[in-house]
């Protein structure tokens, strides 16, 4: 970014805080830069729907906790054509891959698939009926995905490429009526299948260090530059291209030729994981692109688009990760009827009972999240700390069943080629890199909460130390202390008020959940409402070196994420209408409490996951009702024995 456009814009006071803490200029320009772009994209939603009044900030903050706000909202009743087209998509895929025709020559999913789906509308189910879609609610089409990852979750992840983060989102949201009706139909109809070009070499999570540019010559914009790790980046495909236009961040739908030129290439590389998707660099040498398809937010810049579609992205990677686990557990099960030890089935082992039960338990972890989260985009909040949650478990919850769970109970046979878990290992562990690194993302949640709070309370006193240029505050030093009475005055008065109402606060409001669930969320209720003096203590704790408290404010955030699972799986699975729902919903709260306290599992802990492990093993789990599994057989059988099937 320029230096002369930074210096016209106003100093964030994330900017002087992080000065007056010891950082460059340019470090906290680049972070205040971040920071404003966040505020405008905050601006895109009405107040009632902005961070502030998110289930999770209020969930912190408000004296009285918004329990409302943790239950799924029901949807509509389907209408339109898209179930069908859902239904359509899914048997496509599955006589595709029964057919052994679902991979091309190169082992990528093959080009006539593609063209099979667009034609049944897979591609345009989240573009509006008015340029050829379908409209459908987020709610249903994340629930969709999670289907769609049971069959194959590679096309259940191109869908959320081109629908959530591609290029449909940023022309839904910031296209102009021309740009919709030039692109949208092709995108829809999957003439154009679409992904996002953001990351560049030396640009993934500081955005701030973007080089593509883009300059204005004409009637065009002329692209030079790389980008890199881009899904769905081959010519003939469209993508929202970040680059910065005059120094600051822009995004331009660009259609890519069908052919690589002296303009325009591909970049090649070993990728182990999205190995059946084309995943490569794009190298741009003036290349031009129509001035048209500059896409101009209301409010912000390229930032502001790129920041918007990123949570449809979670959300939807904590979909595809509950299909994909359901289909772990469709073929550990068989596996665990067919491996004997000492005589016995190891179904009837208790530690393969256990990991059972808690795979299941992670299944129904993220369910709950997607429907609470989708829920809550669909009503129109912003949702960024809650698609932060999902996406974090999700992707954690994915990584331990794959290993832990998957690979340890299947044993030296998970690594043979052809088995499942050994062909796929890098696609489980991937998603805790996309879409953003875990802890990285989890000090983004911790920002997100305390950006309020440190406005109100911590700003008068950073603006009262930045005037008096004094960088390590001592209120042992009379002279500090006196400075700072008035600043300091808000926040005393708060603090007081807070500790009070927790010392003297009534009872809790009553919780109409199943006993077991309902003591999970109140545990959960009651550590929350100490929150929000454990994270006011670590941002008077550090003060101006918060910033420098990585582990610290990642290992916090994380304790508060774990306590939002609980209250949304417990407040999920009470209104669900299966025991066995309900019984996961309580192991995997069962297992956060002993996380969260440094407890080990009672007796009681370790029956309710076994029972629930051998509930499932015997098949009581409608989850997996229909979760199909390639018909090979078990790999390597004992020697003499037939080999059985793994169905």
């Not at 500090?480 to 008065?493: C, D, G, Q, S, V």
Request: hydrophobic letters at 40%.
């Amino acid at each position: 970014m320029s230096q002369d456009l930074q210096d016209v814009e106003p100093r964030t006071f994330v900017e002087t805080a992080l000065e007056l803490g010891g950082k460059s200029r340019e470090e906290s320009q680049r972070t205040g830069t971040l920071d404003r772009a966040d505020d405008q994209v905050e601006a895109l939603f009405a107040p009632r729907y902005q961070t502030s009044q998110s289930p999770v900030h209020r969930a912190i903050w408000d004296r009285e906790f918004p329990l409302d706000l943790f239950y799924s909202k029901p949807t509509d009743q389907p209408s339109g054509a898209w179930p069908a087209i859902m239904d359509e998509s899914l048997a496509l895929v599955r006589r595709h891959r029964n057919a052994g025709t679902l991979l091309d020559a190169n082992r990528k999913i093959s080009g006539q698939v593609l063209d099979d789906l667009g034609k049944a509308g897979y591609w345009g189910l989240l573009v509006d009926p008015a340029y050829g879609g379908q409209g459908v609610p987020f709610t249903a089409f994340a629930r969709f995905l999670t289907r769609m990852a049971t069959v194959d979750p590679t096309v259940a992840g191109l869908a959320s490429v081109h629908g959530c983060i591609g290029a449909v989102d940023p022309l839904r949201t910031f296209g102009s009526p021309e740009q919709k009706s030039r692109h949208l139909p092709l995108l829809a109809s999957g003439q154009r299948l679409s992904g996002f070009a953001l990351t560049e070499p030396c640009a993934g999570s500081d955005l701030t260090a973007l080089r593509t540019t883009a300059t204005l010559d004409g009637d065009a914009y002329v692209v030079n530059g790389e980008k890199l790790f881009i899904t769905n980046a081959i010519p003939g495909r469209t993508v929202g291209l970040v680059c910065l236009v005059n120094g600051k961040p822009a995004v331009l739908i660009v259609d890519l030729p069908d052919q690589e030129n002296e303009q325009f290439q591909t970049v090649p590389y070993g990728l182990h994981a999205l190995k059946h998707t084309h995943n490569k660099g794009l190298r741009f040498h003036n290349f031009r692109v129509p001035k048209e398809n500059l896409l101009e937010p209301a409010r912000g810049d390229g930032l502001t688009i790129a920041y918007h579609g990123l949570n449809l992205g979670r959300v939807a990677l904590c979909s595809v990760a509950a299909g994909t686990m359901r289909t772990m557990l469709a073929n550990l099960l068989p596996w665990a009827r067919f491996r004997r030890t000492y005589g016995a089935p190891i179904e009837n082992r208790e530690l393969v009972r256990r990991r059972v039960g808690r795979l299941a338990a992670l299944i129904v972890g993220c369910d709950s999240l997607v429907d609470w989260c989708s829920s809550l985009l669909d009503q129109g909040y912003r949702g960024e700390m809650e698609c932060i949650v999902a996406k974090i478990f999700g992707s954690e919850a994915q990584k331990e069943a794959a290993i832990e769970l998957f690979m340890k109970t299947h044993g030296g046979r998970a690594f043979l080629h052809g088995h499942l878990f050994g062909d796929n290992v890098h696609e489980y562990l991937a998603p805790c890199i996309y879409e953003g690194e875990g802890e990285m993302l989890g000090m983004a949640f911790f920002k997100s909460l305390i950006k309020e709070h440190g406005k109100t309370y911590f700003e008068p006193i950073g603006r009262t130390l930045h005037d008096a240029k004094i960088s390590k505050p001592n209120l042992m030093n009379p002279a500090h202390a006196w400075m700072l009475r008035k600043a300091l005055l808000p926040y005393a008065e708060w603090f007081i008020k807070e500790r009070l109402a927790l010392t003297f606060g009534g009872s809790a409001a009553k919780i109409d959940l199943p006993r077991p669930l309902a003591e999970h969320a109140r545990f959960a209720i009651n550590a929350l409402r100490h929150g929000r003096l454990e994270v006011s203590g670590v941002m008077r704790t550090h003060q101006l070196k918060l910033a420098d408290r990585q582990c610290r404010m990642a290992e916090l955030s994380q304790r508060l994420q774990d306590l939002m699972v609980i209250v949304t799986t417990s407040c999920w699975a009470g209104r669900q209408s299966s025991p066995v729902v309900q019984a996961a919903a309580d192991v995997l709260c069962r297992d956060l409490r002993r996380k969260l306290s440094g407890a080990r599992p009672s007796d009681a802990d370790i029956r309710a996951t076994t029972k629930l492990g051998e509930t499932i093993a015997s098949g009581g789990f409608e989850a997996i009702a229909g979760v199909g599994i390639e018909p090979e057989a078990i790999l390597m059988p004992y020697e003499n024995e037939p080999a059985r099937s793994s169905k």
